[in-house]
């Protein structure tokens, strides 16, 4: 059978955070009830896309999942049992706001199926908490780590955030240590640089700051010094990188999110998540209240389906590039060239030189991956691999 990622969109929070352009807010309890019970309609109408399937991944992310209430979580996981294949061995991850979780959600959690959990830290600096618009304190998360272990949790991711206002290179290494100290360890940490989007409270705040002559955020030089010090110090602590911001203890990687980066099909299931099903890409309609109202009438699952894209052999062969070279291990010429057919040198030989020539790829047997200054300047170099519009 085929392996199937499915992700399950959240789209609730207690607040949302300054920086943040998911698709989440917050929402009444009732609201929250009748998009479980669309969600739960979503997955029955997908029974038959599942069919031949062998689901091994299974993420429900935000949003803050952790807010529902306790029981949801299971009702939709059973929902899908119901009408999928699931791994006996499956990975199943929840997102969790340190301070949303109790002990009664997180053995509900663990009764239905769930084996990972993922905390959104982002610092142990309360002042860079609060900076950011985080509802919760280092105390609240620590409360909320212990707890997931005492219930039996084994696989716990945590995200943390650098390059955020007021933010130090001390501040963040003291950060690092925190987590790599923890007792039990993290079996993987997510470690991102802030990204300062259009129309959040933030980029307002930053925008205006600028206006009055001051500068609220690490420079570009800190910001890469930051990046250099959580290579370091979570190598030290025993933690391998596998992705440019992700690192993980032997055997530990997010399965789920590299099935993305190497392509794996996968469904998404609630308002704005994504598909790569079958070779086409689309996501699911944004709006909560049309959602709801498509899957509580039993409308087609195409009325909810929008930015159809069916993709041709340039676009995966791009894909295939930008996506797993994001992954140290970079990526196979021989799988290239036996997934598509076609000689890797024949396609992408000649950007590849340039690249190798700039000290951005390195090309070692088989594999092709990025250097330390390609890593820095990633975005450039995915772009070489876009096809020609």
Request: charged share 25%; glycine share 6%; net charge negative.
């Amino acid at each position: 059978m085929k392996p199937l990622g499915i992700y399950i969109h959240i789209p609730f929070c207690v607040k949302k955070c300054d920086y943040c352009d998911f698709l989440s807010a917050p929402a009444s309890k009732q609201a929250q009830q009748n998009y479980v019970q669309a969600l739960k309609r979503e997955i029955e109408q997908s029974r038959d896309k599942m069919k031949g399937y062998l689901t091994d991944t299974v993420f429900i992310g935000g949003g803050t999942p952790s807010i529902l209430e306790h029981d949801a979580v299971a009702q939709i996981l059973n929902t899908l049992k119901e009408n999928c294949r699931i791994s006996e061995s499956a990975e199943i991850t929840v997102e969790c706001n340190p301070g949303t979780v109790s002990k009664e959600k997180l053995l509900s959690y663990r009764r239905a199926g769930v084996n990972r959990l993922s905390f959104g830290l982002q610092s142990a600096d309360n002042e860079e908490l609060r900076s950011i618009g985080r509802i919760h304190t280092f105390e609240d998360f620590l409360r909320s780590y212990q707890m997931a272990a005492d219930c039996g949790f084994e696989n716990i991711n945590v995200d943390l955030m650098s390059a955020l206002p007021g933010q130090s290179i001390f501040s963040y290494e003291k950060t690092l240590n925190r987590v790599v100290n923890l007792q039990p360890k993290p079996t993987h940490i997510s470690a991102y640089s802030l990204i300062v989007e259009e129309g959040t409270p933030l980029k307002e705040r930053v925008c205006q700051a600028l206006a009055d002559g001051k500068e609220i955020l690490p420079n570009e030089e800190e910001e890469r010094r930051m990046y250099d010090a959580t290579k370091s110090i979570l190598e030290n602590a025993g933690y391998r990188q596998y992705e440019i911001s992700n690192y993980a203890l032997g055997g530990f990687l997010c399965r789920h999110n590299a099935g993305y980066w190497k392509r794996k099909e996968y469904l998404g299931f609630g308002i704005g998540a994504a598909s790569l099903y079958q070779e086409q890409r689309y996501h699911n309609l944004r709006d909560l209240n049309s959602y709801i109202d498509a899957m509580t009438h039993g409308k087609p699952l195409k009325s909810i389906q929008e930015d159809v894209e069916a993709l041709e052999v340039k676009d995966r062969m791009a894909e295939f590039m930008f996506l797993g070279l994001r992954m140290t291990e970079g990526i196979s010429m021989r799988h290239f060239s036996n997934t598509f057919g076609v000689d890797y040198d024949e396609i992408y030989g000649s950007v590849t030189k340039k690249l190798i020539e700039a000290g951005l790829l390195q090309k070692k047997n088989d594999f092709i991956r990025l250097t330390k200054r390609g890593i820095d300047i990633s975005n450039y170099v995915m772009v070489e691999f876009l096809p020609e519009s």
